[in-house]
């Protein structure tokens, strides 16, 4: 049977790869899709707390959780093909500074 500690290891292991994915990674899509990872894993720790304890409150915060990601998401891809039209790259390293 699947428990409680079973759904907080794999988020755990979630959040440490999307980690992983912001610090090691310089390409701004694998770290927007790595926050976008972790912000799974916190989805899928609300709706484990939500299901142990019985009540309804953690599915109204991945619903919360769920409109910031799909914000961030396009804003985050308007702000990239910005600056892949400016700069022509979308590594972190060689868009340091945002002057012309």
Avoid: P, Q
Avoid at 9 to 35: D, E, Q
Avoid at 67 to 96: H, M, P, Q, S, W
């Amino acid at each position: 049977m699947i428990t409680l500690n079973h759904y907080l290891i794999l988020a755990a292991l979630l959040f440490c790869i999307g980690i992983f994915g912001v610090i090691v990674r310089r390409n701004i899509l694998i770290i927007l899709m790595s926050i976008e990872l972790m912000l799974s894993a916190v989805n899928l720790v609300f709706i484990a707390f939500s299901r142990y304890l019985g009540g309804l409150d953690g599915h109204v915060w991945v619903f919360m959780v769920l409109t910031v990601a799909a914000a961030e998401a396009a804003v985050g891809l308007g702000i990239i093909v910005a600056v892949f039209r400016n700069k022509e790259t979308v590594y972190v390293d060689e868009v340091k500074e945002l002057k012309g």
